[in-house]
């Protein structure tokens, strides 16, 4: 019999889903490329990727914690940590 457990949270889904919203290419969304300065993100894709965010992992991602979402890399460390907090 299996729990229900949260999402698992993988780097590469996470890089093929914002690569997805942006409409790029996985290969361009590198660990460290800032979303608006190196990757043109805009103030409603940033909002879209929230929202995708918050849809696919089943978190609430608080105003205050949008800062973190500049890169890949923090991206992936606020769910992780969201992630852990809801286990």
């Known amino acids: 019999m299996s729990d229900t457990t949260a ?3 993988d ?3 996470l890089r093929d889903l914002v690569a997805e ?3 790029l290419d996985a290969s361009e969304v590198t660990d ?3 979303f608006t300065e190196d990757l043109d993100v805009d103030s409603l894709m940033a ?3 929230t929202v995708r965010l ?3 992992y089943g978190v609430k991602l608080a ?3 949008l800062t973190s979402i500049t890169s890949l890399q923090g991206t992936y460390d606020l769910l992780d ?3 852990r907090e809801a286990r």
Do not use: F, G, M, S
Request: proline share 4%; hydrophobic share 35%.
């Open 21 to 23: 919203v942006l409409d």
């Open 47 to 49: 909002l879209e990727i």
């Open 81 to 83: 940590r969201k992630l």
């Open 11 to 13: 780097k590469e889904q």
């Open 32 to 34: 460290e490329a800032h």
């Open 54 to 56: 918050e849809n696919e």
């Open 7 to 9: 999402p698992v949270l």
């Open 63 to 65: 105003e205050t914690e």
